[in-house]
């Protein structure tokens, strides 16, 4: 018999033992995984609404840091266009609506116009169109939204004060975030905002968007049609924008919680599963076993245990993301992808909370004298 | 060890005492006893007259609050590694046992070999040899949760011997028996003794057991009571391998 083999006898042939010992840290890596995954997941959705529109430069009232409270003139827009080098301009007003279908989950809504750029840059399903100028109360929806809705193209929905609305298409976005909003008509949703003639802020795409002098020059001119503009590269505004800063804040204090939580769970786990075998290391020590031969066999044991959970608690985590991400209430929220950093992270913890937590216990009991080992109970 | 033989006696201790953990009472009190090499030791007395404390101590598994246990003429005191003495020179056989549950007779005799220097193949022949000499080759992939307690002390007893002890210290290794798995047991210390010139100390309640051996200590509260000395005692001497 190898000392290795020892080692996986040991794992294998006390089966209650190490299953308790692994969904203890099954649990404990699924916690970390699921929560640091998906509200990670949710901040990178986020960004990606904002990337994936190849926009170059954002306009905005100066000093608001939320889209939704920003006030500019929609007329900006026509001067804006005129600068040289902006290939195109899209206004946009956002909002969050709720629906009674969805619970209390606000629900994001876009106000573009028929011509917009972004507005041609969805991706419409067969069976459903772009909206057009000439369309009077019609919305297009994101896929994830209309299945959480369960409605179709040519299906109506109550909106804004129960005006019923059409739906002229659904559209398909790669970020969950796109996925779960609906986009209307700009001039709609700035007369039920109350808000006519004004705009969110414009969404600039460049001529030579690689040429960063070219970027900084443009910047500069647009900044210079009014004093109360702040134009900010996508990339830069991404990062300081009050509801990503937000929800990066929210990723981070779930995950120091969930990671808290997770690694006492694993220690708890692991150092009872060592001091239960303090009188087995009394017999080991007493017929002649050295002490790190002893540690190294706890160490080797809780190394097989933790990867062992870490693998069964990654695939549940990713197994919860989906369940979640299915549930209607937090549909366009939760996405089910679980970046590989996270699942890595995952192990890691569980490979060092697993040798920490088998480490103490270990080198304690072989410190003792063999009797007093045996003497334990 | 290079003083090998320089001293007649293998054990030898020298006002040796150990208080009970709670520090108030002696288990072991002024405590001089020597061992020769090659002799085969029953120590007697009652429950709580310090027997296994002295034999914990003999064997490097304690350490005595006041006092010197010699090796071979070394005082333990004197070993960096009590370990490395416990697996090279002794092998220990335990009332209850002590075998991991989890292992076959045949893996729980090669545990204690993982530190000497045998190759694997070499450690599962050598576990294949020690069974077959204690009687329970038959029994090599079972369970100890399948075997008798006497066949489970066998295998315990095979797991002493697993690297070629000089001493053989057993802490009333038939205590948990019956009578015909116990005249076994001490048919292979017997055996052991006179056959491989192995030194035994052994604890007993059994007085008829205990008459058995070359020499006989007597504890009571701590002390040493009396200690006989008779070289004549027929010490009967089976051969192998030893029926169950």
């Not at chain 2, 960096?80 to 220990?92: C, S, T, W």
């Not at chain 2, 075997?147 to 690297?163: F, P, Y």
Request: aromatic share 6%; glycine share 10%.
């Amino acid at each position: 018999m190898r000392f290795w083999t020892f080692v996986l006898k040991n794992v294998v042939r006390r089966r209650v033992r190490s299953s308790l010992t692994i969904v203890g840290m099954a649990v404990a890596v699924g916690a970390v995984v699921a929560l640091v995954g998906i509200s990670s997941g949710f901040e990178q959705s986020f960004m990606a609404v904002y990337q994936r529109q190849k926009v170059d430069l954002l306009v905005q009232q100066r000093g608001v840091k939320q889209r939704l409270t920003g006030v500019l003139d929609a007329k900006l827009g026509d001067r804006i266009a005129k600068v040289p080098g902006v290939k195109q301009v899209n206004s946009g007003l956002v909002d969050f609506t709720s629906m009674d279908e969805l619970g209390p989950v606000g629900v994001m809504v876009q106000g573009w116009e028929a011509d917009a750029p972004l507005m041609k840059g969805l991706e419409i399903l067969p069976g459903g169109r772009h909206l057009t100028a000439t369309d009077k109360h019609c919305v297009v929806l994101g896929q994830r939204l209309a299945d959480s809705l369960d409605k179709h193209v040519g299906d109506k929905l109550s909106l804004f004060d129960n005006v019923t609305y059409t739906i002229a298409g659904i559209f398909k976005s790669p970020t969950v975030y796109e996925n779960g909003s609906m986009v209307v008509l700009l001039a709609d949703l700035q007369r039920f905002m109350g808000r006519e003639g004004q705009v969110s802020g414009f969404a600039i795409i460049i001529d030579h968007p690689d040429d960063k002098t070219e970027i900084e020059r443009v910047r500069q001119d647009i900044a210079a049609l009014g004093k109360n503009l702040e134009v900010t590269p996508t990339a830069e505004f991404v990062n300081s924008t009050l509801e990503i800063r937000f929800i990066h804040a929210m990723a981070w204090v779930t995950s120091a919680v969930a990671l808290v939580i997770g690694a006492v769970g694993m220690l708890n786990t692991m150092v009872m599963s060592v001091f239960e075998r303090t009188r087995e290391i009394g017999i080991l020590r007493a017929i002649g076993w050295g002490r790190w031969r002893v540690v190294r066999m706890i160490l080797m044991e809780s190394i097989l245990l933790s990867l062992i959970g870490g693998i069964l608690g990654t695939a549940g985590a990713m197994l919860l993301a989906r369940v979640l991400a299915a549930q209607p209430s937090v549909a366009g929220m939760v996405d089910s992808y679980i970046a590989p950093w996270v699942i890595l992270q995952g192990f890691l913890i569980a490979l060092c909370v697993g040798l920490l937590g088998a480490a103490y216990p270990a080198y304690r009991g072989a410190q003792l004298l063999p009797t007093e080992a045996l003497r334990h109970e | 060890m290079n003083n090998h033989g320089r001293d007649p006696f293998l054990f030898r201790t020298e006002h040796l005492s150990k208080l009970y953990p709670d520090g108030q009472v002696h288990a072991v009190e002024d405590v001089t006893i020597s061992v020769r090499r090659g002799e085969y030791v029953a120590i007697m007395g009652p429950s709580g007259s310090g027997k296994s404390t002295l034999l914990n101590l003999l064997g490097a598994l304690d350490k005595p609050t006041s006092g010197e246990v010699y090796f071979d003429g070394q005082p333990l005191s004197t070993f960096q590694r009590l370990d490395r003495l416990r697996v090279e020179k002794f092998g220990f056989v335990f009332q209850s046992f002590h075998l991991l549950p989890i292992l076959t007779s045949l893996e729980n005799v090669q545990v204690p070999m993982f530190e000497g220097r045998l190759s694997a193949p070499a450690r599962a022949r050598k576990a294949k040899e020690l069974l077959e000499l204690v009687g329970m080759n038959h029994r090599g992939n079972h369970l100890p949760q399948k075997l008798s307690v006497g066949e489970r002390q066998r295998v315990a007893i095979a797991r002493s011997l697993a690297n070629d002890p000089i001493a053989l210290l057993a802490d009333e290794p038939t205590g948990n028996l019956d009578s015909v798995s116990a005249e076994g047991i001490f048919d292979l210390f017997a055996y052991l003794h006179r056959e491989q010139g192995m030194t035994i100390v052994l604890i007993t309640h059994d007085e008829e057991f205990g008459q058995r051996a070359q020499r006989t200590i007597r504890m009571q509260d701590g002390h040493v009571k009396s200690d006989v000395f008779c070289e004549r005692r027929r010490i009967r001497t089976p051969m192998p391998p030893f029926a169950v």
